[in-house]
């Protein structure tokens, strides 16, 4: 009888360590999670911000072998939270985020973006002020001015010559010059004239504002965004006094909220967006079942914008771009990229110019 | 070895120490899990047994104030003053809608309420819950508000073809939850359909929005939730009456405590088995293995006759292998023994074996000269036997009768039967016979040569063996 080597049974346990180890590690180095985060405005009892977590939510559980892992970044919509969240997010290591916060909130965070220290992929802030710079963000709706001069077009075809605008100066980054590029593209045409009333949307005074409203007017501009439910009550008040003069919104109002509050003033409403409506475009129709059916309510069309910047940075990903700078490349690279809400140009600066539609029948839109 | 697969001892026992550990953590990971969970099943339970109470309570509360509105409603619009709408207080806001839901009249609204007389309320949840008011005296469920965009609870009557709508006075359900829950100790989340979270208690544990599609068909105890830096079970509850959902958390850093203890004690537990296998282990060496190596060691030495004899039998720990060892020596010295007597003897039988082997071919020697010697003495018999006994023979012509009867010349005869051969030749006596003339000039020649001619007479040998001079 010869008694055999002691070391074959340790040998056999640290080959298969060291296969377990090695395997682990190239799975580790292939899967290795890409933390994106979702710059958004978290809080109870609204969809704004929720819809946005949800949309990268479903998104990663229709996409279960993505890199990329979600992380909410909360800034409250208020620019000091922005700077102070985003801020710390990149000091924690986050190289690439999702922004649907407003003008004001994109304006106070720009310069974080400047550099190849991280990414932003910009779904709802649509101020000049990102507008034509080299730098690392990428906006993927048009600016301001592109949207208020499809307004002005689309206002100065109406009947009337009485506009009141409504401006919020709760988010005067967006407001102001949105207002500014809009009277001058109206009064450019000579047939409007406009009257101005700044008001906090969110937080308005029903009687100055009803005392403004009850004068006479042919239309009403409601310049406001970040899908406050207010503009439903406003668009409500006017439509009170004024049954048949039509009610214009920004794209940032397409939320089934808002249209629900309007009540019976939605069958005067116009509403822009840079998005096709859900029964002209089967894709979006289907997003916005998929979602409804697997959060229980109907979400803002932002989301759309969502779900196409986690595309991009997936497509980026996928090509094995790993930082800003590779992921600025990949985006610039091509002339129009595909996502399944869509295609998205990027100019030399990472801005893109689009088509507005504007939507009569929201009650059709709504359903 | 018969289909045995030899194994070392120590690493056979090292197995069977791992396998030990392993059924031993899988045990005691079973009984720690089961143990926990029905720790934590039971206290889910009692906590059941809290969020059915807190909903019977707010159905009470609630209640109140539906009885309230309702005396409201029946008073004559000339009645209702600021006073008697101020004893409403459950109610933040009270409103009296026509038939198209549109406001007529506000009794009483919240500071900064967005709506006007003319306000429609004839939205999609407003409308459905009011469309049902006339079959069930429920309230609205927690909706988002018109009025500020928070959250609210709509109760509606219908009295007198006027529809009253009072809204819940929602800082009166905040402070009712906050009690609720700091008497115990659990956050409570009121939510709407869709899962968003409409109100919490204080302090408010963060969380916005519940999951609760994917948690339709999930166990009920199952999918904790990680908010404040802490998790929490969340347990759902459903009031009918109120139509709401609400979620009371349960704090698990009691049993996140006890887990974490439990696995403390069992990594300690199992930290201790391990160490204890260890010295197991080596004791198991240095008291077994060392020594039956040592034995198979003075094996090898002693199977290449390396023998060492020593008392190593008196420093082995067990008894058994130092009787092992005293048998061995014992054996060892016996086998040493045998082989010193097997080696002398050896030696002297290689003498022995050598001088018997000289002998032997000596006696091979001896053996082959008497066999030579016989063959010899074969021959020499056989022909002295050819030329023994009786020959007939013819009387006038010498003829020999041979065995079958036939008459043989003597030459012939003799020829065959010996080594003898025979030259032919003539005697004197014969030639005198034969050839007188040749005899006679012979003897002349003879007389007058002398000796020559007498040599030139050869001897051949006569029939009886003998020579006869020619």
New interface residues.
Partial sequence: ????K?T??WTTIFLAAVALTALGVVRQCRNKPIPVGVISA??????V??SE??AGDMYLEEHPESPVRMVAVDDQWAPEQSRTATRKAIDDGLRFFITSHPSKCAVAVMDLFEGPQALAIVTASTTPELTGKDDFTFRIIADGDQEQKAIAEYVHRLPGTRLLVIQDEGNLPYTAPAFAAFSSALEAKGKWRITRYLANV?????ESL?QRVRDDHDALFILAGSY???IG?IA??FH?HHPEAPIILTPWARSP?IM??A??ALSRIVLPSQYASRHDDPALADYFDRFEA????APHAMTIGVRQGFELLDQAFGQGCRTPEAVKAFLLSKPVHQTSLGTIAFDRYGDVSETFYFFTNLERELR | MNGFQTKRVRSFFLRLEITTLLLAAAILFAAVWITLDAFKRNFMEESLKDGEKFGIFLENKFQEARDALKVFTDLPETERTQTVVRLLSPFSDIYRLDRRLRLERIYKSVQGSQVFPGYSFARQDMARYIDSIAERDRLSGIIRSSEDDTPGIYYAIEKENALYLARLDFAYIETFLSRFSQQTGKPLLLLSKDGFVMAASNPDPGIFQMDLRNRENAPPFSGPINADGRNWMPLFFESNEIRTQFALLVPLNLFDALRNMLAWFMTGFMAGLAGIAVVKQRLLRRSIVQPITQIADRMAALEHGDFSDDDIARSQRFQELAAIWDRFQAMARAITARETDLRENQAKLQTVNRNLETEIAERMRAQAEQQRLIQELRETMGKVKQLEGILPICSFCKKIRDEDGCWRQLEEYIGNRSQARFTHGFCEACARKHYPEVFQSKENERLGSGRARADAIRMAPDETGGTTRR
């Fill in positions: 009888m010869r008694i055999r002691p074959q049974f978290v809080a109870g009892a609204v969809i911000g929720s977590f949800n969110s937080h308005f005074e029903i009803e406050q439910t207010a009550n409500q008040l009170h909220a629900d509050i009540g019976p697997r959060f229980g309510y």
